[in-house]
């Protein structure tokens, strides 16, 4: 079993759309989560960052984090084309241990 | 502002050639990496610095070489030993230090191609 896996995709939605991202883990030593947006040849950017269980809010996009069942989301509401990007889960046990990364999913939002 | 520039945008290697590819960041970041991509998979660590002069191997270190001369700058050679260089590379930095728990900021990449 690999220690991260996210949802294959792609992703197709209409515009306006609640989407949900999933990432799932076998290492219960992870607690700092991130979700990093990535756009076509660009590098990715943090778009979310967490510490442990719970959940983060920021504008449209809210991160959830399940230690217990080793999942973590990422929604966003009201999705608008300028989403349209690959999204990645990553994260790290300790704070100097490395991150590992999900594949990626890609999302298209349909105007 | 305050990032990553990463250059080239675009890197063509022939045969037996090695090549460098530049990272440079005005974050004041301590630590920095370089990481891998490849279609359908997430990334993966090359090498990784903690601080000047000091620099670890990451979990596909064969083929590639490092070196942190500056705070700012951590160049990457891809050898000729490398035989699939082929990829998107990305270069990220962190606050670093202790606690060390701040995340990861990237750079735009260069994709590197074999002629």
């Known amino acids: 079993q690999k220690e991260v896996e996210q949802d294959p995709g792609p992703l197709s939605v209409p515009e306006g759309a609640i989407v949900s991202l999933n990432c799932t883990y076998s290492?219960?030593?992870?607690?700092?989560f991130m979700w990093y947006r990535q756009y076509s040849r660009k590098g990715p950017e943090l778009l979310m960052y967490?510490?442990?269980?719970g959940n983060k809010e920021d504008g449209r996009f809210t991160a959830q984090v399940d230690k217990s069942s080793k999942y973590i989301s990422l929604f966003i509401r009201d999705s608008q084309p300028s989403d349209s990007a690959t999204y990645l889960c990553a994260m790290r046990a300790g704070a100097n241990s490395k991150l590992t990364f999900g594949k990626g999913i890609t999302l298209s939002v349909r105007p | 502002d305050g990032g990553i520039t990463q250059s080239p945008k675009y890197l063509f290697r022939k045969e037996g050639q090695n090549v460098t590819l530049s990272c440079e960041q005005n974050?004041?970041?301590?630590?920095m990496y370089w990481y891998r991509q490849d279609p359908g998979q997430g990334l993966r660590l090359i090498y990784y610095?903690?601080?000047?002069?000091?620099?670890q191997k990451g979990d596909i270190a064969e083929g590639y070489s490092v070196s942190r001369e500056k705070k700012e700058s951590f160049p990457l050679t891809v050898t000729s030993a490398q035989k699939n260089p082929t990829a998107f590379y990305l270069c990220?930095?962190?606050?670093?230090?202790?606690?060390?728990?701040?995340?990861?900021?990237f750079g735009d990449g260069t994709r590197l191609s074999i002629l």
């Open positions: 967490t510490y442990s269980s």
């Open positions: 974050l004041n970041h301590d630590a």
């Open positions: 290492n219960s030593a992870f607690q700092y």
């Open positions: 610095s903690q601080i000047v002069n000091d620099f």
């Open positions: 990220a930095s962190s606050i670093g230090g202790v606690p060390g728990n701040q995340p990861q900021h």
